[in-house]
């Protein structure tokens, strides 16, 4: 019964969380938030690894996969320039194993 029970609420929890699908566009008042792109990690608020597919996204751990269509995606962003418009700051890494929250006081930007 425990098994069961515990399997139930990791299905539950799966299906609640959002994956980490985003779409960027090019309006700011289009965007859910404010995205800016930092030169180094340690700046950074969250480290990005971009997925090829979507089934790969993360659940708030980093992974984001580019939608094709806002439609599609959980989070609508939009790039600025400056860090003080930013919402959040994010460093794109080539390595998964590297993604991951720096900030966890703002992590819920994304559920």
Wanted: with cysteine.
């Amino acid at each position: 019964m425990k098994v069961l029970l515990s399997f139930f609420i990791f299905l539950l929890s799966t299906m609640i969380c959002n994956a980490q699908k985003v779409f960027s566009t090019d309006q700011a008042y289009q965007a859910d938030i404010k995205v800016k792109v930092v030169e180094h990690s340690y700046q950074a608020d969250l480290v990005v690894f971009r997925v090829e597919h979507s089934y790969q996204a993360g659940k708030n751990d980093g992974r984001w996969f580019f939608t094709d269509h806002a439609y599609q995606a959980a989070k609508k962003i939009f790039f600025v320039d400056n860090s003080y418009q930013a919402d959040l700051k994010i460093y794109f890494t080539t390595n998964a194993y590297q993604a991951g929250w720096k900030n966890k006081s703002i992590k819920h930007l994304l559920y």
